[in-house]
């Protein structure tokens, strides 16, 4: 079953920040970030793991917490590269199962 | 070092004809998923394999599709017989591999072949 991510669409200034959650209602082992921009692939932002442990590329930050199956990405002082559509994966049984997305439109 | 690579990017098809669209991971990872994407969609898991193996394909359509990944050579995703409904975008994605069946390395992912059927 695939995750749930909220909000599906948010706008903001540069500048500005925001938070995207992602909740499941299996048990989550390890939450995996991804950004897609129109057209083009999924890039890798972030993976969370059980216990804590992050592995990330970009000044993007993410929490996960375990008991509450939720992780959530933060967007600090966002620029114009920040939009895109943002997806969380969560990993079971080999597989990533993705969340529908959400629409990040950073404006000037 | 190449990323993962898939080709054709761009794929028309009529009706009825075949499509193959092809992978070739990044070096050194011998874990290959294909994912579809519906416009305006998420990303849908379709299959998983390893050299020569297929390990979950509990995301492929019973019929038409089918996935390989040789000992040599790219991953191929077939799709025989195609309708107006297969039209998508097609990623294919690479890892390592996985730790074990919860916790995962990181999958990347090659830009993707866009399908039209006519």
């Known amino acids: 079953q695939q995750p749930v991510q909220s909000p599906q669409a948010v706008i903001l200034r540069e500048g500005e920040d925001a938070v995207i959650n992602c909740s499941s209602s299996?048990?989550?082992?390890?939450v995996h970030w991804y950004r897609q921009k129109h057209g083009e692939a999924p890039v890798f932002l972030m993976i969370?793991?059980?216990?804590?442990e992050q592995k990330g590329h970009e000044k993007i930050s993410a929490s996960f917490n375990e008991k509450k199956q939720q992780s959530s990405l933060y967007l600090t002082a966002s620029q114009l590269s920040y939009s895109g559509t943002y997806f969380c994966?969560?990993?079971?049984?080999?597989?990533?199962?993705f969340g529908a997305g959400t629409t990040v439109t950073v404006r000037a | 070092n190449a990323g993962v690579m898939q080709n054709p990017r761009h794929l028309v098809r009529r009706r009825g004809q075949e499509a193959r669209l092809r992978c070739s991971p990044m070096?050194?990872?011998?874990?290959v998923y294909w994912y579809r994407q519906l416009p305006e969609e998420g990303l849908k898991f379709m299959v998983y394999?390893?050299?020569?193996?297929?390990?979950?394909e509990s995301g492929m359509p019973k019929e038409r599709f089918s996935a390989e990944f040789p000992k040599e050579g790219p991953s191929i995703l077939r799709i025989q017989q195609v309708v107006r409904g297969d039209s998508a975008a097609y990623f294919c994605?690479?890892?390592?591999?996985?730790?074990?069946?919860?916790?995962?390395?990181?999958?990347?992912f090659g830009p993707g072949t866009r399908l039209t059927v006519l």
């Open positions: 994605a690479s890892s390592p591999q996985p730790i074990d069946r919860v916790q995962a390395d990181t999958q990347y």
């Open positions: 070096k050194g990872h011998s874990h």
């Open positions: 969370l793991l059980k216990g804590g």
């Open positions: 994966g969560s990993f079971s049984d080999y597989k990533l199962s």
């Open positions: 299996k048990a989550l082992y390890s």
């Open positions: 394999l390893q050299k020569e193996n297929i390990i979950d």
